[in-house]
T-cell receptor, first 111, second 109 residues
Framework: AQTIHQWPVAEIKAVGSPLSLGCTIK??????LYWYWQATGGTLQQLFY??????VESVVQLNLSASRPKDDQFILSTEKLLLSHSGFYLC??????????FGPGTRLTVL | QQKVQQSPESLSVPEGGMASLNCTSS?????YFWWYRQHSGEGPKALM?????GDKKEGRFTAHLNKASLHVSLHIRDSQPSDSALYFC?????????FGDGTQLVVKP
C-alpha cells in the first residue's frame, strides 16, 4: 500500500526561528511530489513540486524553500519564520491520472 | 486572476436533502476536473474526477461537466451529516494543479 507520512504532526514556533517539515512516500517509486499551504478553512496554495530527486520547482514565493534529497523524501524549510507562515502544510503525490493523494498534514503555529 | 472559481462559499442543507456545488474555470486549457473533500484536521481526499462532457455518477455523488462553458458541478443527494466538510474543485493542465477556494458544506440533522 502507498502511504504518505508527514512529520511533525504539529509545531509551535517563534517568529524568526528556523523550520523543517518532512514528508516520506512509501510504496511508490519516483512519485511527483507537492507541498501545499492552507490557511485555516481556506484554499489550498501549491508551494512547490518535484518530479525527481534533486529537482524542485517553486510555484509561489513565501520565504520558504524545498528540497528532495531522496526519491521518497520531500523537505520544506525556512531559516526565519514569519507570522504569516502559520497554517496547515500538506504533502501530496499524484498518480498517472492526475489524482492527488494528500498526507495527513502538519499544523504550524507561529507566535 | 483566480483560474478556478467555486460557488457558493458555504452551503447548509438538511439531512436527506440535495447539495449542489459549482465550479468554473477561466482557462480553456483546463479540461480535467476533480472534486476533493476535506474533513476538519485532515488532508483532502479525492471524491471523483470528470474529464468528459455529461454526467458521472458514483453512489450519492454526481458530477456534471460542460466543456463549452468550462463549468463543472457536484450534486450530493440524500446528504448525510458525515458529508459536512470543505469541498474543493481542482483543474489541471500540466504539473500545476489549481484549486478553487472551496465550498463549506454543512448538513444539519
Amino acid at each position: 500500500a502507498q502511504t504518505i507520512h508527514q512529520w511533525p504532526v504539529a509545531e509551535i514556533k517563534a517568529v524568526g526561528s528556523p523550520l523543517s517539515l518532512g514528508c516520506t512516500i512509501k510504496g511508490k517509486s519516483s512519485p511527483n511530489l507537492y507541498w501545499y499551504w492552507q490557511a485555516t478553512g481556506g484554499t489550498l496554495q501549491q508551494l512547490f513540486y518535484s518530479i525527481t530527486v534533486g529537482q524542485v520547482e517553486s510555484v509561489v514565493q513565501l520565504n520558504l524553500s524545498a528540497s528532495r534529497p531522496k526519491d521518497d523524501q520531500f523537505i520544506l524549510s525556512t531559516e526565519k519564520l514569519l507570522l504569516s507562515h502559520s497554517g496547515f502544510y500538506l504533502c501530496a503525490r499524484t498518480n498517472n491520472y492526475a489524482e492527488q493523494f494528500f498526507g495527513p498534514g502538519t499544523r504550524l503555529t507561529v507566535l | 486572476q483566480q483560474k478556478v472559481q467555486q460557488s457558493p462559499e458555504s452551503l447548509s442543507v438538511p439531512e436527506g436533502g440535495m447539495a449542489s456545488l459549482n465550479c468554473t474555470s477561466s482557462d480553456r486549457n483546463f479540461q480535467y476536473f476533480w472534486w476533493y473533500r476535506q474533513h476538519s484536521g485532515e488532508g483532502p481526499k479525492a471524491l471523483m474526477s470528470i474529464f468528459s462532457d455529461g454526467d458521472k455518477k458514483e453512489g450519492r455523488f454526481t458530477a456534471h461537466l460542460n466543456k463549452a462553458s468550462l463549468h463543472v458541478s457536484l450534486h450530493i443527494r440524500d446528504s448525510q451529516p458525515s458529508d459536512s466538510a470543505l469541498y474543493f474543485c481542482a483543474a489541471r493542465p500540466n504539473n500545476r494543479i489549481f484549486f478553487g477556494d472551496g465550498t463549506q458544506l454543512v448538513v444539519k440533522p
